[in-house]
């Protein structure tokens, strides 16, 4: 039988890539991730600026991109809505893993979530009572099992029993980033959030749920939400500006520890970084018709700015520092 010409089977290859690497586009565009991503876009045009894709290249371990998307969400929405809900998550918890303590506020959205079923719940306990016989932490001013921002703790949340029931509405793994005490206070060290702190525990995180085979994760920003009770600083004019700075601390952590990971991931395909749209409009939203409206939201497109470059800059393997951002915010930046 006659051998194809030369010329048609390249053509024939060339398609076949082609078709290979529009599939991985379109898998990549409609994930879990992406999906939340462009519907929040939708629900919340007025803080377009608090969205960015970016995508980091295939590696010798993964050969589709992975997709990176910043925005403006919330974490329960990604959990209670299926078609949003991702394979695992990165969710702030405690240094002594008290899952129902009060602090930090966002363990409360996974463990809430989690007690509707009763043996997932067991087995989360279970799995944090294992980790309870292993040493404590003996760094100086830093007891409990997990230090801030440098320990985590990857639980499985499934159980035969909730699989016969269907996945809850929560990820099938998390992993838990100490992020404060059982009894708060820890956003006052601040000595306890530097961003090569956050982006040790962040890392691990990935690598961990990466290795699980994880395709679609989602994490909140963490370590600025309880900035009201700070009660004196005098190089703050008011909360809000103490609440940027520390929001951008924690998106360059973040970003820096996606970067950090991005070269050996194997699985992930999209990670998505949340920023509570609750906290951007309790610090930029006024009433409508207000004489603040437009400093406000001259206010809100700065602060979007410069989280977005803090975003870009720890992607790229760069820390943000006081004089990226013209000298502001040098107590939660360029901490002494």
């Given at each position: 039988m006659p051998s194809e010409p030369r010329h048609t089977?390249?053509?024939?290859?060339?398609?076949?890539?082609?078709?290979?690497?529009?599939?991985?586009?379109?898998?990549?565009?409609?994930?879990?991730v992406a999906a939340m991503f462009s519907d929040d876009q939708r629900r919340a045009a007025s803080r377009a600026k608090s969205f960015e894709r970016v995508e980091l290249p295939a590696t010798a371990t993964a050969r589709v991109p992975l997709q990176i998307y910043l925005s403006a969400g919330d974490l329960e929405r990604s959990f209670d809505t299926a078609a949003f809900r991702p394979d695992a998550a990165i969710v702030p918890t405690n240094t002594d893993l008290q899952i129902k303590a009060s602090f930090p506020g966002t363990q409360r959205?996974?463990?809430?979530?989690?007690?509707?079923?009763?043996?997932v719940l067991r087995e989360l306990e279970n799995q944090i009572?294992?980790?309870?016989?292993?040493?404590?932490?003996?760094?100086?001013?830093?007891?409990g099992l997990l230090r801030i921002g440098v320990d985590s703790f990857v639980v499985q949340l499934s159980s035969p029993?909730?699989?016969?029931?269907?996945?809850?509405?929560?990820?099938?793994?998390?992993?838990?980033?100490?992020?404060?005490?059982?009894?708060?206070?820890?956003?006052?060290?601040?000595?306890?959030?530097f961003q090569d702190r956050v982006r040790q525990g962040i890392t691990a995180c990935l690598d961990a749920l990466d290795a699980k085979g994880a395709t679609s994760l989602v994490l909140?920003?963490?370590?600025a939400s309880s900035s009201k009770i700070q009660r004196n600083d005098?190089?703050?004019?008011?909360?809000?500006?103490?609440?940027?700075?520390?929001?951008?601390?924690?998106?360059?952590?973040?970003?820096?520890?996606?970067?950090?990971?991005?070269?050996?991931?194997?699985?992930?395909?999209?990670?998505?970084?949340?920023?509570?749209?609750?906290?951007i409009a309790e610090m930029f939203e006024v009433p409508a018709g207000s004489p603040a409206a437009r400093s406000a939201d001259m206010?809100?497109?700065?602060?979007?700015?410069?989280?977005?470059q803090a975003f870009r800059k720890g992607l790229d393997g760069r820390k943000t520092l006081a004089g990226d951002l013209n000298g502001s915010c040098s107590a939660i930046l360029d901490p002494k």
């Open positions: 089977r390249i053509h024939l290859l060339v398609v076949a890539s082609g078709l290979a690497a529009l599939t991985a586009a379109v898998v990549a565009q409609t994930g879990p959205v996974l463990i809430e979530r989690v007690e509707k079923q009763a043996d009572a294992t980790r309870r016989k292993q040493p404590a932490s003996t760094a100086p001013g830093e007891t029993a909730a699989a016969a029931q269907g996945q809850g509405a929560f990820p099938k793994s998390a992993c838990l980033v100490a992020t404060d005490f059982a009894a708060g206070g820890a956003v006052d060290r601040r000595e306890l959030f909140p920003l963490m370590g005098a190089r703050f004019e008011g909360q809000r500006a103490l609440k940027e700075c520390r929001l951008m601390n924690s998106t360059a952590g973040i970003a820096l520890g996606i970067h950090d990971f991005a070269a050996r991931r194997r699985s992930l395909r999209e990670i998505g970084v949340l920023q509570w749209d609750q906290e206010a809100y497109r700065i602060y979007a700015e410069q989280i977005l």
